[in-house]
């Protein structure tokens, strides 16, 4: 099992990041997965006589990055693990899964909203780990056996006064699963792969309402660059009872975090939210600002307009801003001939955009690292215009376009009836009129159009 015995082996550097696994001899499946866990890697016995064996004392195991003790009593009815432990970053308990959803790997926070009839006391939360939770989540859906699901749960039963941030990585969902040594392994791995991850991370999101097995956040948590804090699925919402503005701070406080996600429409809930100065946002929001620092978005939110109205963010990064005015007519005329060509431009120039019709169109401002951005920006558009105009020019804060068109006084004078003909000519073909050929050119002008730079 890879286990030595070594005094001089110490876990208590305060420098390293340690995550301590709780297995609970009460429950098989937590045992399989210890014994899986212990087979990967140098693990080191050491003893703890300070406590009692049942409790996390006596013998337990330590290697690079984690230590492994074992509690005689199920993880819901455990009081204070994390005293159990040296200094930690987070509590892993392995576990078992009940329910009726197949085979599924899962994970999800401790606590209770309303009554705890599972373990730990009423309406109180452990904290949160949710970078933790989000990369072990991504190592279970790495590691998974080709028939499992890999999910997450809204905050749930006991224990819920641990000391530190914790989590639930279980094996579910009956017998047939219980005993998978190969689930175990997955399991086993995932947790060792997150080696040296810190728990927090800034960009957390809580959630209210929506199902046990929460599959819009799961979404965001598997789409984005958001973690997911702890979540009152619909069930927790009842449980709660009155909603208070103690149990909101408790919430937001676990997870750390001050933004959320609802659901579903509820008007107390959100003013109360709004009350205690945490923010509501939406799942477009959170994709939107993937990716992007959230010291950017407030500023290009603050400088510019919201995403709901339609900010949207390019590919620079960068702590100097310029905010430029884009010609509305220009960038209309531009977009119609390459509507693609354009984003791609404005997506390679700039920190943030503009946008209307539900983010499918640029217009209005652009946040730029310096001049010369905005310099290629127009510069590419001139481009755009060739396609389409037969001279482009541009002077100083002017673009000037040249295009041929079909001319319907010369055409008259030339003797073209107005209907069909006048048709074809606009279109580029050549006519026959009184016996000979007229060429579109010959009943073209020239149409000007100016473009005001900012």
């Given at each position: 099992?890879?286990?030595?015995?070594d005094?001089?082996?110490?876990?208590?550097?305060?420098?390293?990041?340690?995550?301590g696994i709780?297995?609970?001899?009460?429950?098989?499946?937590?045992?399989?997965?210890?014994?899986?866990?212990?087979?990967?890697?140098?693990?080191?016995?050491?003893?703890?006589?300070?406590?009692i064996?049942?409790?996390?004392?006596?013998?337990?195991?330590?290697?690079d990055?984690?230590?492994?003790?074992?509690?005689?009593?199920?993880?819901?009815q455990?009081?204070?693990?994390?005293?159990?432990?040296?200094?930690?970053?987070?509590?892993?308990?392995?576990?078992?899964?009940?329910?009726?959803?197949?085979?599924?790997?899962?994970?999800?926070?401790?606590?209770?909203?309303?009554?705890a009839?599972?373990?730990?006391?009423?309406?109180?939360?452990?904290?949160?780990?949710?970078?933790?939770?989000?990369?072990?989540?991504d190592?279970?859906?790495?590691?998974?056996?080709?028939?499992?699901?890999?999910?997450?749960?809204?905050?749930?039963?006991?224990?819920?006064d641990?000391?530190?941030?914790?989590?639930?990585?279980?094996?579910?969902s009956?017998?047939?699963?219980?005993v998978?040594?190969?689930?175990?392994?997955?399991?086993?791995?995932?947790?060792?792969?997150?080696?040296?991850e810190?728990?927090?991370?800034?960009?957390?999101?809580?959630?209210?309402?929506?199902?046990?097995?929460?599959?819009?956040?799961?979404?965001?948590?598997?789409?984005?660059?958001?973690?997911?804090?702890?979540?009152?699925?619909?069930?927790?919402?009842?449980?709660?009872?009155?909603?208070?503005?103690?149990?909101?701070?408790?919430?937001?406080?676990?997870?750390?975090?001050?933004r959320?996600?609802?659901?579903?429409?509820?008007?107390?809930?959100?003013?109360?939210?709004?009350?205690?100065?945490?923010?509501?946002?939406?799942?477009?929001?959170?994709?939107?600002?993937t990716?992007?620092?959230l010291?950017?978005?407030?500023?290009?939110?603050?400088?510019m307009?919201?995403?709901?109205?339609?900010?949207?963010?390019?590919?620079?990064?960068?702590?100097?801003?310029?905010?430029?005015?884009l010609?509305?007519?220009?960038?209309?005329?531009?977009?119609?001939?390459?509507?693609?060509?354009?984003?791609?431009?404005?997506?390679?120039?700039?920190?943030?955009?503009?946008?209307?019709?539900?983010?499918?169109?640029?217009?209005?401002?652009?946040?730029?690292?310096?001049?010369?951005?905005?310099e290629?920006?127009?510069?590419?558009?001139?481009?755009?215009?060739?396609?389409?105009?037969?001279?482009?020019s541009?002077?100083?804060?002017?673009?000037?376009?040249?295009?041929?068109?079909?001319?319907?006084?010369?055409?008259?004078?030339?003797?073209?009836?107005?209907?069909?003909?006048?048709g074809?000519?606009a279109?580029?073909?050549?006519?026959?009129?009184k016996?000979?050929?007229?060429?579109?050119?010959?009943?073209?002008?020239?149409?000007?159009?100016?473009?005001?730079?900012?």
């Amino acid at each position: 099992m890879g286990i030595i015995t070594d005094w001089f082996y110490s876990n208590e550097d305060p420098w390293v990041t340690v995550i301590g696994i709780v297995v609970s001899r009460s429950d098989s499946v937590s045992v399989l997965i210890g014994e899986e866990i212990l087979k990967i890697g140098k693990w080191v016995q050491k003893i703890d006589s300070s406590r009692i064996d049942t409790e996390g004392g006596g013998e337990y195991y330590c290697t690079d990055g984690f230590e492994l003790r074992e509690f005689e009593g199920l993880h819901i009815q455990l009081e204070e693990v994390g005293l159990a432990f040296g200094t930690v970053e987070c509590i892993i308990f392995v576990s078992r899964h009940v329910g009726e959803t197949g085979a599924l790997l899962t994970a999800h926070y401790t606590g209770n909203f309303g009554e705890a009839k599972f373990g730990g006391k009423p309406r109180e939360l452990s904290m949160a780990c949710p970078n933790l939770h989000k990369a072990v989540v991504d190592a279970l859906r790495k590691y998974a056996p080709e028939n499992y699901e890999v999910g997450i749960e809204c905050t749930h039963h006991g224990p819920s006064d641990v000391n530190v941030p914790s989590m639930f990585v279980e094996i579910g969902s009956s017998e047939k699963e219980w005993v998978d040594v190969e689930a175990a392994e997955s399991v086993a791995k995932s947790i060792m792969s997150i080696k040296g991850e810190k728990s927090n991370c800034e960009k957390t999101i809580v959630g209210f309402g929506g199902g046990h097995y929460m599959p819009r956040f799961e979404r965001i948590m598997r789409d984005t660059d958001w973690a997911i804090g702890h979540v009152a699925a619909d069930w927790c919402l009842e449980d709660m009872g009155e909603i208070n503005s103690e149990m909101i701070r408790n919430i937001f406080d676990k997870s750390g975090s001050n933004r959320c996600i609802i659901v579903d429409k509820n008007l107390e809930l959100e003013k109360i939210i709004k009350q205690e100065g945490y923010e509501i946002v939406s799942e477009k929001w959170v994709r939107e600002t993937t990716g992007v620092g959230l010291e950017v978005v407030s500023r290009m939110e603050i400088s510019m307009s919201t995403i709901e109205e339609g900010l949207r963010f390019g590919r620079v990064r960068s702590d100097r801003v310029e905010i430029r005015e884009l010609d509305q007519s220009l960038l209309k005329d531009v977009q119609v001939i390459s509507s693609k060509r354009v984003r791609e431009v404005i997506l390679r120039n700039t920190i943030a955009f503009e946008t209307v019709e539900n983010g499918s169109l640029v217009k209005g401002k652009v946040a730029v690292r310096a001049r010369q951005a905005y310099e290629d920006i127009i510069e590419e558009f001139c481009h755009i215009l060739e396609q389409r105009y037969n001279h482009v020019s541009r002077k100083g804060s002017e673009i000037f376009v040249e295009e041929l068109v079909f001319s319907p006084e010369k055409a008259r004078i030339l003797g073209v009836e107005e209907g069909p003909k006048f048709g074809e000519l606009a279109s580029g073909k050549s006519v026959e009129v009184k016996g000979k050929m007229l060429d579109p050119e010959e009943v073209q002008e020239v149409k000007n159009k100016r473009y005001k730079l900012s």
